[in-house]
T-cell receptor, first 114, second 113 residues
Framework: DAGITQSPRHKVTETGTPVTLRCHQTENHRYMYWYRQDPGHGLRLIHYSYGVKDTDKGEVSDGYSVSRSKTEDFLLTLESATSSQTSVYFC?????????????FGPGTRLTVL | QKEVEQNSGPLSVPEGAIASLNCTYSDRGSQSFFWYRQYSGKSPELIMFIYSNGDKEDGRFTAQLNKASQYVSLLIRDSQPSDSATYLCAVRGSGGSNYKLTFGKGTLLTVNP
């Protein structure tokens, strides 16, 4: 395991409220990722970070923002949650972009938007 | 949009049989490929990676890669009920995307005792 924790592990919220999910890693990995996983869609990349304050969009970034002020923490914010954002969210990290670098996943956060 | 396709499943095999999981990818420049296992309600965990054409064996698992056919597979020999899970194929992007993985939708494997 890459020492990745996510908080909260479960959250129920209402449409229109802001939500922030936290990913914390202890491996000093440079790259961090946020994915969502939905039945029939698999894992889809939301945003990723390649260093402190360096972030970029993935394939399903609309409605999400991220921040990384420290190497160990990567925050995902839903500005105004919608029911379509009900999903399981996984954080992942990797040390670098070499051929054999592997992404390690956190335990996930199950988010329900009512 | 780079795509990764897996046989849709579900796949059901008897205990002790060989399970064969397949994956094709569209990015011809991709160089490394990963198989993850995901138990229900858990996060994906890496089983194997492969980046050279041919076979790579690790215990009961064998990954096979054919870059010319853009095809990667995972064989599980002597399948056990504990192998029942969803298997995800992931492909590392090429060029400026080599720090990103694209995942297939997964194949659900059930091993029956």
């Amino acid at each position: 395991d890459a020492g990745i924790t996510q908080s909260p592990r479960h959250k129920v919220t209402e449409t229109g409220t802001p939500v922030t999910l936290r990913c914390h890693q202890t491996e000093n990995h440079r790259y961090m990722y946020w994915y969502r996983q939905d039945p029939g869609h698999g894992l889809r990349l939301i945003h990723y970070s390649y260093g402190v304050k360096d972030t970029d969009k993935g394939e399903v970034s609309d409605g999400y923002s991220v921040s990384r002020s420290k190497t160990e923490d990567f925050l995902l914010t839903l500005e105004s949650a919608t029911s379509s954002q009900t999903s399981v969210y996984f954080c992942a990290t990797t040390s670098g972009g070499t051929l054999m670098d592997t992404q390690y996943f956190g335990p996930g956060t199950r988010l329900t938007v009512l | 949009q780079k795509e990764v396709e897996q046989n849709s499943g579900p796949l059901s095999v008897p205990e002790g049989a060989i399970a064969s999981l397949n994956c094709t990818y569209s990015d011809r420049g991709s160089q490394s490929f990963f198989w993850y296992r995901q138990y229900s309600g858990k996060s994906p965990e890496l089983i194997m990676f492969i980046y050279s054409n041919g076979d790579k064996e690790d215990g009961r698992f064998t990954a096979q890669l054919n870059k010319a056919s853009q095809y990667v597979s995972l064989l599980i020999r002597d399948s056990q009920p504990s192998d029942s899970a969803t298997y995800l194929c992931a492909v590392r992007g090429s060029g400026g995307s080599n720090y990103k993985l694209t995942f297939g939708k997964g194949t659900l494997l059930t091993v029956n005792p």
